[in-house]
């Protein structure tokens, strides 16, 4: 249900590729471009979805506000990331910036930016659009299997494939973002990482934002 939903977005951005080339007027996947200070509301939840957007520097988070008032990160939007597609006319999520960030802005009904180049914005949406199913998914299993050192393991990891960082990670994100993330409190993330760090499998230099990953393989098996 959950894929069929999300797909059903794709269906303007896939008969897009098909429209005739419209030459060179813009470099392909480039729309206007937008900066934010860090923690600037870029869209509420229930806001219309008329842009989508590629992050260019800084990041992204996307979340949910419950009933009870908690915030549930959905996920972090990094370099090169699409977000923002939705399969129906409003955002599901509200979105903010987590440091300074740029973004490529493009209205979602702009067809000839996504037929520019013989389709090569509309299939980036695509590749966007299924990676993100996929961190759902894991994210999902994450949320309802793991422990606290374990759910800390895989976010790790995530965040090293996704920068293709081998030996260290650096968080833009907070401790805070990090816990409403994970599902944790911020004393069980702080707790976490300083559990790896005396097993030596990470190490926490004095910048907080940066995580030196000495034992990926350990970090692999807590995460397995």
Do not use: C, W
């Not at 249900?1 to 392909?28: D, I, K, V, Y």
């Not at 972090?76 to 699409?82: A, E, N, S």
């Not at 977000?83 to 802005?105: C, N, Q, Y």
């Amino acid at each position: 249900m959950q894929f069929a939903l999300a797909t059903a977005g794709l269906a303007p951005l896939l008969n897009a590729g098909s429209a005739p080339h419209l030459g060179p007027r813009q470099e392909a996947g480039v729309g206007s471009r937008r900066r934010f200070e860090a923690d600037e509301e870029i869209y509420a939840e229930g806001d219309r979805a008329a842009h989508f957007y590629k992050v260019v520097s800084g990041a992204v988070r996307t979340y949910k506000l419950l009933d009870d008032g908690r915030r549930q990160i959905a996920g972090f939007h990094l370099p090169g990331d699409i977000f923002g597609v939705e399969a129906g006319e409003e955002h599901r999520f509200g979105a903010e910036a987590v440091t300074e960030t740029t973004l490529a802005v493009h209205r979602r009904s702009d067809r000839e930016a996504l037929a520019r180049d013989g389709g090569a914005l509309a299939r980036e949406v695509v590749a966007a659009m299924m990676g993100a199913l996929d961190r759902a998914q894991e994210h999902m299993i994450l949320l309802g299997r793991k422990s606290a050192k374990e759910r800390i393991a895989s976010f790790l990891l995530g965040l090293a494939e996704r920068t293709r960082s081998a030996t260290a990670v650096e968080l833009p994100m907070s401790r805070g973002d990090i816990a409403d993330h994970l599902g944790l409190t911020v004393e069980s993330v702080s707790r976490s990482l300083t559990q790896l760090e005396r097993a030596g499998i990470i190490e926490l230099p004095t910048n907080r934002r940066m995580v030196v990953l000495r034992d990926k393989a350990t970090l692999r098996r807590l995460d397995a």
